[in-house]
């Protein structure tokens, strides 16, 4: 049977990177090869896989140093290409993309290569400029673009699409305002999603409302520090680090929460978001959204219709939003119901689907 379409990846079954898992997997379902170049031992982020190819995969086992692809692997990759009809090869990440350029620059098909996040800002250089020489380039926003656009790539060769998730017809009606106001989070525990600033905000907010109670979903190096600034601001009964939980736990506590908070930060080693999934699922279950303005977030989401937009790192202007949207359920609804229809309008998997596939020239295989 032939695959039509096929992606490269460095990992499948990453938990926080359920974008990948859709692109493998439900882009062009059953007819999708997958090809895995995971980092050294050590270096992964995935831990126990989360989710498999439901395609042939062709899975490389990482090498002592982590060499580039020597000439037998790429020629191992072209031939299983080959060998499954594939007509159009996606690259996750503008770095692997960098690290297998001499195989996508002599491929006979279209290659196309997708960003993500820390590949456009952090791990961004100047030697992605050669990527001008494949097919194309898709990322989540206009800032992104912008960025590639400035100084590397030629503006036509940089398309737009948004980031994507499942979206019901309707919201439902809120429910009966109880004792206890949920918040939540969800995202890795790492420094651009701004845990720190949100604790001291919430430590803020709560000791005027006692009411409020914080969850914290995702795993990362951080943890330790967030274990301490939890103890050390005295919120061990209002605060949970309920570590790593699967997508669909994830999207249940979402749809439960009162009040859901995507507080992202620069980092500092300029390590940016794109477009978070987690805040487009908290979007389309109608849920009232804090956030940022924070790089293409500020695209997504405005201030007093959809959400409330504070300053990055601004603890003050974080702990008012949070206690303004405790009190006022009203309040909640009203954002909660403006940013579904936003989430409808432009962050469909529908939508999504229809512009890949036609960057890709694929769409007759649906």
Known sequence: MNHPLAVLTPEAGVLSETFIEWDCNQLLPGLTAVVTDPPPAGETVAGPPWWTANGPALELTPLPGDPLPTRKRQDAVAAFLDDHGVRVLLVEYLDLADRWFDLLQRLPIPVWVRGHGADLSARLHDGNARLAALTGVIVPTCAARDRLTRELLPVHHVHVVANHVDVPTETSRPGPVGPVIRCLTVGRLVAKKGHIALLHAFAAARAGDPRLRLDLVGAGPLRPELDALVQSLDLPTSVRLLGAR?????????????????????????????????????????????????????????????????????????????????????????????????????????????????????????
């Open 246 to 366: 699967t997508p669909e736990e994830a999207l249940a506590r979402t749809a439960r929460a009162d009040v859901y908070l995507q507080p992202c930060v620069t980092g500092p080693d300029g390590d940016r978001e794109g477009q978070p999934l987690a805040l487009l699922q908290a979007m389309a279950a109608a849920r009232a959204c804090i956030v940022t303005r924070h790089d293409g977030i500020t695209e997504t989401l405005t201030d007093g219709h959809s959400a409330y937009l504070i300053n990055e790192n601004d603890v003050g202007q974080l702990t008012w939003a949070i206690t303004t949207l405790a009190s006022d359920p009203d309040a909640r609804h009203r954002l909660g119901r403006n940013a579904w229809q936003v989430a409808a309008a432009r962050h469909s998997h529908e939508i999504a689907r229809e512009q890949v596939l036609d960057l890709l020239g694929l769409w007759g295989y649906t």
